[in-house]
């Protein structure tokens, strides 16, 4: 292919659109599917991917019976199965009522019947129906101050599936003896299938003592007529009663992440992976991460080739201001105000889902003009941070990043591109 000017902002997004098309159901699914079985074939599912997993599956077998439950705005056009909205991250009662819907419309089911339940992030939000004697109110007060206290992804769902009368394998046992296969996009650090959505269809061990030490960590306060009513609806799911379940990861951080390392190598650019699995508060990660940046530019030499940074995970933030933020515009921001201009590093952070924390932003870009841009709009970079207003920041200066649902959601994207590119030359 020949030379052609190299745009890195342009390059750093294109990046992020492999990525996500690396994760994309209708690439993924197929090779899961199984012959369709004696009896009935029914699709459930929940997450922001579940309508386009939805739509990959009647792709595959044509129309099929189901329901399935994800993010308002996230619907797909299928034949038969039914796709349910609701909100995410906070529950809402829409959610609950659809998620009543689903155990009732599994209720049916026999052991010659197959179940493909198609789960994906943000099922924890989606699947919200709470345990008996516990609210709606008190279960979004339970995610608020979660998602406030910027506790990981880990933490949360073992709290949340406490107070869950479909998480933590629940789902599961609503479908009785049908056999059921899991088809699973995972958006946690480390594809662990019990907190992926909260592992609606993997077994669970629940235990109360763990529960309390994570929700004293965090300061979660519930009322104490809460906690009793969890107490008394959990009992034990062990894994020898889910003998009729298979739970497979079809689409991971780590396959993304590969499919952005070889666009990259094709184009002559040295790649280094940091991992898919990086946790930790948005703002001291992005600092780390910039640093690196700065420590490799100083030790590549001019004729060297580019080098790209690449990570995944999920980022944290911990609320203090008032801001209209996300994990990767925090991220993304604290990189750049360590950065300070440095003339030869650009930066992108985005979520895979096309939403990044509190707006319908999927990415961030940093580039060498950042901090001069931002001095002459009379922004101020670090009050930003202190605020929680990366978005704020980054849309003043138009290096935002703005997709739409992408219907896919393996978390966090975040790319580095260290040195000078003047031409691009794909092999």
């Avoid at 099929?64 to 809402?92: F, N």
């Avoid at 965090?218 to 009729?244: C, Q």
Wanted: charged share 20%; aromatic share 4%.
């Amino acid at each position: 292919m020949p030379v052609s000017e190299f745009d890195p902002k342009s390059f750093l997004c294109e990046l992020f659109d492999t990525a996500v098309a690396e994760a994309d159901p209708l690439k993924r699914i197929p090779a899961f599917l199984p012959q369709k079985p004696k009896g009935r074939l029914v699709v459930i599912g929940a997450g922001k991917a579940s309508a386009r997993m939805a739509e990959a599956v009647e792709k595959h077998y044509g129309p099929c019976e189901g329901k399935v439950i994800t993010r308002y705005g996230y619907s797909r056009p299928t034949a038969q199965i039914e796709i349910l909205e609701a909100s995410h991250p906070v529950p809402d009662e829409q959610g609950v009522e659809a998620t009543k819907t689903l155990l009732s419309y599994v209720s049916y089911l026999t052991e010659d019947d197959l179940v493909i339940a198609l789960i994906s992030g943000g099922g924890s939000a989606l699947l919200c129906a709470p345990v008996e004697g516990v609210s709606l109110v008190e279960k979004q007060s339970l995610n608020q101050q979660l998602l406030a206290r910027g506790a990981p992804i880990s933490d949360m769902n073992i709290i949340r599936k406490y107070f869950s009368a479909v998480k933590g394998g629940k789902l599961a046992d609503a479908c009785g003896n049908a056999t059921i296969l899991g088809l699973v996009i995972s958006d946690v650090p480390g594809d662990d299938l019990s907190l992926i959505a909260s592992g609606p269809t993997v077994a669970h061990e629940n235990d109360p003592a763990l529960v309390k030490h994570l929700m004293d960590k965090w300061a979660i306060e519930v009322p104490l007529e809460m906690l009793n009513a969890a107490v008394k609806a959990n009992t034990i799911t062990r894994p020898g009663s889910f003998d009729n379940v298979s739970n497979h990861i079809i689409a991971a951080p780590s396959q993304s992440l590969n499919a952005a390392a070889a666009l990259a190598k094709d184009c002559g650019i040295d790649v280094e992976i940091l991992g898919d699995d990086l946790q930790g508060e948005a703002r001291d990660l992005g600092a780390v991460h910039a640093r690196l940046a700065i420590k490799r530019s100083k030790e590549r030499s001019p004729e060297q080739a580019p080098l790209l940074i690449l990570s995944g995970g999920e980022c944290t933030v911990t609320r203090t201001g008032n801001g209209v933020g996300g994990p990767n515009a925090e991220y993304a921001l604290s990189a750049a105000i360590a950065l300070a201009g440095h003339p030869d590093i650009h930066l992108f952070a985005g979520d895979t889902d096309g939403v990044d924390g509190a707006a319908e932003v999927a990415g961030s870009i940093v580039t060498p003009s950042t901090t001069e841009r931002a001095q002459a709009l009379g922004i101020s970079m670090v009050q930003s941070l202190v605020n929680n207003d990366a978005h704020s920041f980054f849309a003043n200066l138009d290096d935002q990043m703005i997709t739409g649902p992408t219907f896919t959601n393996v978390n966090d994207f975040r790319a580095i591109l260290v040195g000078n590119v003047p031409s691009l030359n794909r092999q």
